[in-house]
């Protein structure tokens, strides 16, 4: 009963699948290949000298992880109320359809797109060169900030389009006033979603390189005094301890960086999905 | 306003854009009234409600021209308070819209709004609200709950407890039972009929029985023009006009 045509039709569909199937195992054995190594090489390199000790004979990563820190609370700190508040200015004062909008979302995201280093030239003439900032924390903070705005600024818009209508509506309807509206039932009903792209931009603070580079100095060696102070970060001592004769310390960093990324990931997730529940069950 | 809550439309116009919704209205609603809105959907029921409140402001490329008083005050002079407007003409929508958050904070919002902090007042509020509302019994040991968690119902009657609850006037109300179940429904106009002693309730409705079951007047809608206004029993049973009478008969709508 089979005919030529049908078998010729059963083969190409198996090729199709095994073709799939072989993308599918590459895919995720570069991936595991990737995870394997940075761990095999960097796992047995994190002692307490690495992460906690001072910097001599042996380098550490304590420098980097107050740096990191700071990074992270000058840029969020800066970034988020910036954000938030042009996102509720876009959604809740101007009219959706209007051009203004749409060529801001032009502009936001072609600022979303542009390489990272571009923002660290910017940083570098901006901060170090023309303000004599020198190479500083403060100086990358504001330019790390500058480059996380737009992520803040899309995402957080789109929780605040995602609060129904109706819920505005039933908030005027009481008498209250639109500054009201906005902190007492929009932001509330859009925390999730906010929290959880903040969470993601701090990640993205955290694995930046090519800004820093620009920005901070590399200074791997000395904890930063102040925020004035040059610094390093987590990722900059990669680099660092990579081309300067330590892989297996570059490698341990590696591994420090990558459980700090998942954790932000798994709590983004996870505070997404906690907030989320029932909130808008009705909407 | 005075302590008079008569609604008093004249000569009144409205444009959404080039849409001419509602054409040459001319009504005037008595206070402790219910009046029903009939009429087939997109003829400008809803319309006309949201422009006693003031909701279609919100709407882009609305115009309205005539005059359109409640209390003798003009509600669309220049210098007049919006929100004290819609805290005293009331309104609760088609589908339940409570706040994603407790059944207590619900129905406090309008009156933290308007000043009242103190939680021996609050609490007064929230009981007489839920009361009025036919609510109270049923949620009285949770109301520290996600308002979320009740059903369409409930959520419908916290709704009007929650408008309730900011000591309106005048009660709106846009097709409140076109989204519950039978059971549901009954409960409501249950409570209208008890409301209508401190209220004036204006109700969109289609559902002409509803009409007959709860309302003291009708005005019944074609078009954006209010083809007959009058007590229900007589619009109902002798209607004037040949169209409100294809109408109330089902041949048409």
């Keep these: 009963m089979k005919s030529k045509a049908h078998n010729r039709q059963i083969l190409r569909y198996r090729i199709a699948k095994w073709l799939a199937f072989t993308a599918f195992v590459l895919c995720i054995l570069s991936l595991i290949a990737v995870l394997t190594f940075i761990l095999i090489r960097g796992l047995p390199h994190i002692n307490s000298q690495l992460l906690f000790g001072n910097y001599g004979k042996e380098p550490s990563i304590k420098p980097a992880l107050v740096g990191t820190l700071y990074l992270v609370l000058i840029s969020v700190l800066m970034a988020a109320p910036i954000g938030i508040g042009c996102a509720i200015f876009l959604t809740e004062y101007m009219k959706t359809s209007s051009r203004f909008v749409s060529i801001i979302h032009v502009a936001v995201e072609t600022l979303a797109g542009i390489p990272s280093i571009v923002y660290g030239i910017f940083g570098y003439l901006v901060f170090v060169v023309a303000l004599h900032f020198k190479y500083s924390l403060i100086g990358g903070g504001i330019t790390l900030s500058i480059m996380i705005l737009p992520v803040i600024v899309r995402s957080t818009e789109e929780s605040l389009l995602a609060v129904p209508r109706s819920l505005r509506e039933g908030s005027f309807a009481l008498g209250t006033s639109k500054v009201r509206t906005i902190f007492s039932v929009v932001l509330p009903c859009a925390a999730s979603g906010i929290v959880t792209s903040l969470i993601l931009a701090i990640g993205r603070v955290v694995s930046e390189s090519a800004v820093l580079i620009l920005t901070i100095g590399m200074v791997v060696n000395k904890m930063p005094e102040s925020l004035t102070s040059p610094g390093t970060s987590l990722a900059l001592d990669v680099y660092y301890f990579g081309s300067h004769g330590y892989p297996e310390q570059a490698a341990a960093t590696g591994v420090v960086l990558l459980i700090l990324v998942v954790s932000i990931n798994i709590l983004a997730t996870v505070l997404g999905k906690k907030f989320g529940k029932g909130e808008l069950a009705n909407g | ?253």
């Design chain 2, 1 to 253: 306003m005075d302590d008079r809550y008569n609604v008093s439309i004249s000569d009144c116009n409205l444009y959404y854009s080039d849409f001419h919704a509602l054409k040459d209205i001319n009504i005037e609603i008595e206070q402790h009234e219910v009046t029903a809105l009939i009429g087939p959907s997109g003829c400008g029921k809803s319309t006309f409600i949201k422009m006693l409140n003031r909701m279609n402001d919100l709407v882009e490329d609305c115009k309205i021209t005539g005059n359109i008083s409640i209390g003798g005050q003009d509600i669309y002079a220049k210098d007049l308070d919006i929100n004290l407007l819609r805290k005293n003409v009331g309104m609760v929508f088609q589908k339940p819209n409570p706040f994603p958050m407790s059944i207590y904070d619900n129905i406090a919002f309008a009156p933290r709004t308007f000043g009242i902090k103190k939680k021996n007042e609050l609490d007064d509020i929230i009981e007489h609200s839920l009361k009025q509302a036919g609510l109270w019994l049923e949620v009285r040991d949770r109301l520290r709950r996600n308002a979320m968690g009740l059903s369409g119902g409930q959520q419908q009657r916290l709704c009007i407890a929650r408008a309730l609850a900011a000591d309106p006037k005048i009660l709106l109300m846009d097709e409140p039972t076109s989204a519950l179940d039978p059971i549901s429904t009954g409960k409501i106009e249950d409570l209208i009929s008890l409301l209508k002693q401190e209220y004036t309730i204006i109700i969109v409705t289609h559902n002409m029985q509803q009409a007959t079951r709860i309302s003291d007047k009708t005005a019944f809608f074609l078009l954006g023009e209010i083809i007959e206004h009058g007590k229900t029993d007589d619009l109902f049973s002798l209607p004037k006009d040949k169209r409100t009478e294809s109408y109330v008969t089902g041949r048409f709508g």
